[in-house]
């Protein structure tokens, strides 16, 4: 869903209302779109040294080690900043994923991305359990200089 639809799906919903969505851009896995001062607002969630959060740039802001974590934390708007994301009512999905979906998303929970090569499974299911796997670079900040790998 891009900006456009969760805005949409969010107009006229009260104040926290949230949706958690694919990021349009390559370098972020998710976005979060939310009302907040009777407008719809669009937060990426960032990731460095294996942590989450709405900005990976000031040491001051939440991290947590999983998008859940994060989505959690800002659920209670006490912890949240006039500028951050307040996610308070989630807007669940409206349809059902199907059997086929839901099974390779657990076949991938149990197992790493270079693993599903190693399955006794014929390739186009080995291709298809790959497309589930999200592959995005972890940006690493090292003490002695201020360098991403």
Do not use: W
């Not at 009777?38 to 960032?46: F, M, P």
């Not at 006490?78 to 979906?101: A, G």
């Not at 599903?116 to 589930?132: D, G, H, M, Q, T």
Request: hydrophobic residues 30%.
């Amino acid at each position: 869903m891009d900006r456009y639809k969760a805005e949409k799906q969010l107009d006229k919903k009260p104040e926290g209302t949230f949706l958690l969505r694919d990021s349009a851009q390559e370098e972020f896995l998710f976005s979060v779109s939310f009302r907040r001062y009777s407008r719809t607002l669009h937060a990426r969630i960032e990731q460095l040294n294996h942590k989450f959060s709405f900005d990976s740039h000031d040491p001051n802001v939440f991290t947590s080690s999983t998008v859940c974590g994060l989505v959690e934390h800002y659920k209670n708007p006490i912890c949240c900043m006039f500028f951050e994301p307040m996610l308070t009512i989630p807007v669940h999905r409206t349809f059902p994923f199907d059997l086929q979906h839901l099974c390779r998303a657990v076949i991938s929970d149990c197992i790493s991305y270079d693993g599903i090569n190693e399955l006794r499974l014929p390739k186009k299911i080995k291709s298809y359990l790959k497309e589930y796997h999200y592959k995005q670079r972890v940006r690493v900040r090292h003490l002695e200089s201020d360098h991403y790998v």
